[in-house]
């Protein structure tokens, strides 16, 4: 696998389980996640290409999106349990792993440099 392909699978999972989310509780921040991976299905194109500024906004945006749900969505969903946890958890799994790809990816590239 690799940061594009990550990126994919962040970005389908940020906006099906926001819809879901949205469709299960209709609050209008459900559709946050939505709105991210949307943004970050424009950017794949640019980290496909190994654009370096798509590249960060990228990184930049999950990081986000990563932090705020671990932050403040986690412990909401924990309280209540049931099927949002599984979605909070799911959309942390996805984001991590792109994250961890990302790194790697800017890893190479640094060394490749060299």
Request: proline letters at 2%.
């Amino acid at each position: 696998m690799n940061s594009y392909l990550a990126n994919l699978i962040n970005s389908a999972t940020l906006m099906v389980i926001g819809l879901w989310g949205y469709f299960e509780s209709s609050s209008i921040t459900a559709l946050i996640p939505v709105l991210f991976g949307f943004i970050l299905v424009i950017c794949s194109k640019g980290v496909k290409n190994k654009n370096k500024l798509i590249a960060h906004i990228a990184v930049s945006l999950t990081l986000i999106i990563l932090l705020s749900l671990v932050g403040m969505r986690l412990p909401k969903s924990i309280q209540s349990g049931g099927l949002g946890l599984f979605r909070v958890f799911s959309m942390i799994s996805t984001s991590t792993l792109a994250m961890i790809f990302f790194i790697k990816s800017f890893i190479d590239a640094r060394k490749n440099k060299s």
